[in-house]
């Protein structure tokens, strides 16, 4: 197979449309910047490493100079263009400002601290990404460019996981890997692992067995991660991916319906030929008839109580962003959980990122992130059936995935987390994306 290139293989940066038919060519950006936005969506896909010695992501100083460049040296103006989504991310930023301010000026500045200047921080870089990913994945050529490397990177990471399960020994519920937690995992392959998928559609016939077998091992892998939020996630992606595909391209039903059957009987021969990594996963699996019986499943439901009681309590602005876990209030532990005390369990993050924001920022910013999630939901299914109709696969595999991750969002506090915002802005761009005139 040969995907699209990444970076164009002329001397020239990569070149923007001529708007409206204009004699002048358009600027183009710079092949540098190009390198450092692939350098920047490698890492958010394997975030294996941070700076030495400081614990920082890599990201952020990598994501600087691309927003010097798209706020100030852009070759165009862009921000009429885009500015559904720069208001949406406006409003969303200013809910939590509200937020942290009330509830400052509601205690008499005892709640004004660091932390709030700092998640206000936080969130303003978030909706920079949302943004800035939105306006560069939404150039001519760009998105099928990101699928393809997001596609390789999901599987690499795939490849590492396997690692740490067949030479460490880490599967399964209590594996405890190394290099990312078992959620991390779970959550990376529910944001990403539809872009390998769209690698194997948009694949000469030549290269369909050498991709199957990627897909088929890529299964396994989740498979003995054991996440099973990541399972769930994984098969509403499927569903999904049959519907928008007996919509738009009944053919390519069949066709993927047969590689999913593939993967699932090459899932199915690893646990019968494996049975110390089949006995993990069955057991895994078996959880979910005994859910009142599994800690991790009751202390998600203990925070979902936590977060509506922070919202009874002041429903308007919430507790303050970024403040669920130092806030405390009266939990009815579970008799499974009552090994600890009242003080652990308040400590501990949301475990649901939609209960997490509306426990924080309240209504005020319930509405904005409702406003933004539902803009996302309703204009990325309209235009991914438009391109769907004319073969731009990848299209699939940014709702898809964003719909994955909506889904694992229900299980995991990964709001305040920069990958997220990336997909919302993949999405944001897909809906203006212009296909070029050889592919309409």
């Known amino acids: ?26 600027g183009a950006i710079p092949r540098a910047v190009i390198v450092l936005w692939f ?18 992501s890599l990201s952020a100083p990598v994501f600087f100079f691309i927003a010097v460049y798209a706020l100030f040296k852009p070759p165009r103006r862009w ?11 406006v409003w969303f930023w200013s809910a939590a400002f509200v937020s942290v301010a009330a509830n400052g000026l509601l205690s008499l500045g005892v709640e004004i601290e660091s932390g ?3 998640i206000l921080l936080q969130y303003a870089y978030w909706m920079l990404v949302f943004v800035i990913t939105g306006y560069l994945a939404s150039q001519p050529g760009m998105l099928p460019r990101i699928s393809c490397w997001i596609g390789w990177s999901v599987f690499a990471l795939a490849l590492v996981r396997l690692a740490e399960a067949l030479i460490w020994g880490r599967y399964g519920a209590g594996g405890n890997p190394q290099i990312l937690p078992q959620n991390s995992y779970g959550m990376q392959f529910s944001s990403f692992s539809p872009f390998l998928l769209y690698l194997w559609l948009s694949a000469k016939n030549k290269h369909k067995l050498w991709l199957t077998l990627c897909v088929g091992l890529f299964f396994v892998v989740v498979a003995l991660n054991g996440s099973r939020s990541n399972w769930l996630a994984t098969g509403i992606g499927l569903i999904l991916t049959a519907l928008l595909l007996v919509m738009t ?21 690893f646990l019968v030929s494996f049975p110390r990594y089949s006995t993990a996963i069955y057991t895994r699996a078996s959880t979910f008839d005994r859910l009142e019986e599994d800690k991790s499943f009751e202390i998600r439901k203990l925070m979902n109580q936590k977060a509506l009681r922070l919202f009874k309590s002041s429903p308007v602005v919430g507790v303050g962003a970024g403040r669920f876990r130092k806030e405390a209030v009266e939990l009815d532990i579970p008799a499974l959980l009552r090994g600890r005390g009242q003080a652990y369990y308040n400590r501990k993050s949301s475990h649901n990122a939609y209960l997490g924001h509306l426990a924080e920022t309240g209504v005020m910013g319930a509405l904005p992130y409702t406003a933004l999630l539902l803009s996302l939901a309703f204009s990325g299914f309209k235009r991914a059936l438009r391109l769907l109709r004319g ?6 595999a940014v709702l898809v995935g964003f719909v994955q991750m909506s889904a694992h969002l229900w299980s995991i506090a990964s709001l305040a987390n920069t990958a997220t915002w990336f997909v919302y802005g993949l999405v944001a761009a897909m809906t203006l994306y212009r296909l070029p005139e050889a592919a309409k």
């Open 116 to 118: 709030g200047i700092v």
């Open 249 to 269: 391209r009944p053919g390519k039903f069949i066709t993927t319906l047969l590689l999913v059957a593939l993967a699932g009987a090459g899932l199915y021969a």
């Open 39 to 56: 350098v920047f969506i490698t890492y958010l896909v394997l975030p294996l490493v941070d700076i030495p010695f400081l614990g920082l």
């Open 1 to 26: 197979m040969q995907p699209p290139s990444i970076i164009t293989s002329s001397a020239r940066p990569l070149d923007l449309p001529v708007k409206n038919g204009a004699r002048r060519l358009a």
């Open 391 to 396: 073969k731009q696969y990848w299209a699939l």
């Open 79 to 89: 921000f009429r263009r885009h500015q559904k989504w720069i208001l949406l991310g």
